[in-house]
């Protein structure tokens, strides 16, 4: 073995650059942490050349952590986060591998159900009916877990089904599916703008499908700006809603 000491002068001292070292009271232990996100990015880029490789050692992880210490179960919800996994797998085979090793470890099923849908929302050869499918398996009557951010996730697949369709029927009823979702977050949900960006978003898609001389552009322009100003009031100066904005008037200057 190592005693501290030792570790911290022939280890930590030379790179005091690029690593913190600080007492979490969290967790009740020392805690290390990159100085910046791109160091981290760089070494596991540097020492992982392969997709395999990274899928190997990400599994080896999920093995070695402990579920039942709040430390290593956050650790574990950041490393399968399904829009991290979707930048950097392309082969959908090794991520579908880590997923079902971290089903044997006893994360939490709604979890995992969850990050595996976002996964196959934003994953380049994604499969949106996959996605659905994962969604739908959640069991709304999970306590631990909060169903307003599933019913984000669904809408926002709806929005991407809506937009991958050729169907104009087809369009109008996973936008329907999505606003009826969305609306009943807003509703519910006081943590963040995100209801009503999303919601924003996929008025705007409607609004882009539309050409200035149908009736029903005038209709959709008022819905979005009533969301957009009560999105507003309850989050004054909030950068989404200021970045939805900017498109909304880029899209009706286009018109």
């Known amino acids: 073995g190592i005693d501290f000491e030792k570790f911290k002068d022939e280890f930590l001292e030379p790179l005091e ?12 232990d020392i805690v290390y942490s990159s100085r910046h996100q791109n160091i981290a990015e760089h070494v596991y880029a540097q ?13 080896k992880i999920i093995h070695y952590l402990n579920v039942t ?13 399904g829009k991290l996994l ?9 991520v579908d591998s880590i997923y079902n090793v971290a089903t044997e470890v006893g994360l939490n099923q709604s979890y995992l159900l969850h990050q595996r849908a976002i996964f196959e929302a934003n994953h380049e050869n994604g499969n949106l009916n996959l996605a659905i499918e994962y969604i739908t398996n959640i069991k709304s009557d ?22 991958r369709s050729t169907s104009q029927q087809d369009k109008i009823k996973y936008r329907g599916f999505g606003l009826r979702l969305l609306n009943e977050n807003i509703r519910t949900s006081h943590k963040n703008s995100m209801p009503y960006v999303t919601k924003g978003y996929l008025l705007l898609d409607e609004i882009k499908d539309l050409s200035d ?23 004054p100066y909030d950068e989404a809603l200021l970045a939805l904005e ?3 008037s880029k899209q009706i200057d286009s018109l």
Do not use: C, P, W
């Open 246 to 248: 900017h498109d909304f």
């Open 213 to 235: 001389s149908d009736e029903h552009l005038v209709e959709i322009i008022k819905d979005f700006e009533s969301n957009l100003s009560s999105g507003y009031k309850k989050y």
């Open 69 to 81: 210490y709040e430390s290593d179960k956050n650790a574990l919800e950041i490393i399968l986060k």
């Open 17 to 28: 650059l690029l690593v913190l070292t600080f007492f979490s009271y969290k967790v009740k």
């Open 86 to 94: 979707a930048l950097e797998f392309h082969d959908k085979t090794l």
């Open 142 to 163: 999970d306590s631990f877990y909060d169903m307003r951010a599933v019913n984000h996730t669904r809408a926002n697949i709806y929005r991407k089904m809506a937009q």
């Open 47 to 59: 020492a992982f050349f392969s997709e395999v490789e990274k899928a190997q050692q990400l599994i």
